[in-house]
T-cell receptor
Framework: ELKVEQNPLFLSMQEGKNYTIYCNYS?????LYWYRQDPGKSLESLFV?????AVKQEGRLMASLDTKARLSTLHITAAVHDLSATYFC????????????FGKGTHLIIQP | DSGVTQTPKHLITATGQRVTLRCSPR?????VYWYQQSLDQGLQFLIQ???????AKGNILERFSAQQFPDLHSELNLSSLELGDSALYFC?????????????FGSGTRLTVV
């Protein structure tokens, strides 16, 4: 059974600081997704990582994938309040056979 | 607007009742996925349809069923509802049966069972 673990689950940080969210998964996969969710809202796609060594950046967020270590990271640079949200990583083992398996989410609060 | 439409947005019903949630996928997407998000279970995959056929099943209860119609919209039927079924139900769509380039999520239906 595929397991996806995120840490930390809760993060409070100050504006201007850098931090990294980690996502480990238990089964071989080269398809990893990061989503953002605001309270009571839908899941917004941030990054789709489809190969070992993939790195993608959008604004202050950068995601990477190491399929050999079964690890993805979401790095936040010079955080701003607007990035406060819950961030989920999700893994697809391929073939879409089991849909996406999600981590528990990282609840991020960025304080001025 | 993601292009995936879910109705209704909110639903309040009593235990033992039956409800139907509806999802219209993004134009051109043939796959529809249903997910349940609750505080204790997190986000869980329920079921997938591709071009009208059931393709994959996740943690879907026997009291729940779904189908995808020829126009590709999908319905999730929840019956004999229990308090624990209260959750946010998301539909997602993708162009292929295997996700791959990404999944687009709808805004969800918040179900409250009282």
């Amino acid at each position: 059974e595929l397991k996806v673990e995120q840490n930390p689950l809760f993060l409070s940080m100050q504006e201007g600081k850098n931090y990294t969210i980690y996502c480990n998964y238990s089964t071989t996969s080269d398809r990893l997704y990061w989503y953002r969710q605001d309270p009571g809202k839908s899941l917004e796609s941030l990054f789709v990582l489809l190969s070992n060594g993939a790195v993608k950046q959008e604004g202050r967020l950068m995601a990477s994938l190491d399929t050999k270590a079964r690890l993805s990271t979401l790095h936040i640079t010079a955080a701003v309040h607007d990035l406060s949200a819950t961030y989920f990583c999700a893994v697809d083992i391929g073939g879409g056979a089991d849909g996406l398996t999600f981590g528990k989410g990282t609840h991020l609060i960025i304080q001025p | 607007d993601s292009g995936v439409t879910q109705t209704p947005k909110h639903l309040i019903t009593a235990t033992g009742q039956r409800v139907t949630l509806r999802c219209s996928p993004r134009s051109g997407d043939l796959s529809v996925y249903w997910y349940q998000q609750s505080l204790d279970q997190g986000l869980q995959f329920l079921i997938q349809y591709y071009n009208g056929e059931e393709r994959a099943k996740g943690n879907i209860l026997e009291r729940f069923s779904a189908q995808q119609f020829p126009d590709l919209h999908s319905e999730l039927n929840l019956s004999s509802l229990e308090l624990g079924d209260s959750a946010l139900y998301f539909c997602a769509s993708s162009p292929t049966p295997a996700g791959g380039i990404g999944y687009t999520f709808g805004s969800g239906t918040r179900l409250t069972v009282v």
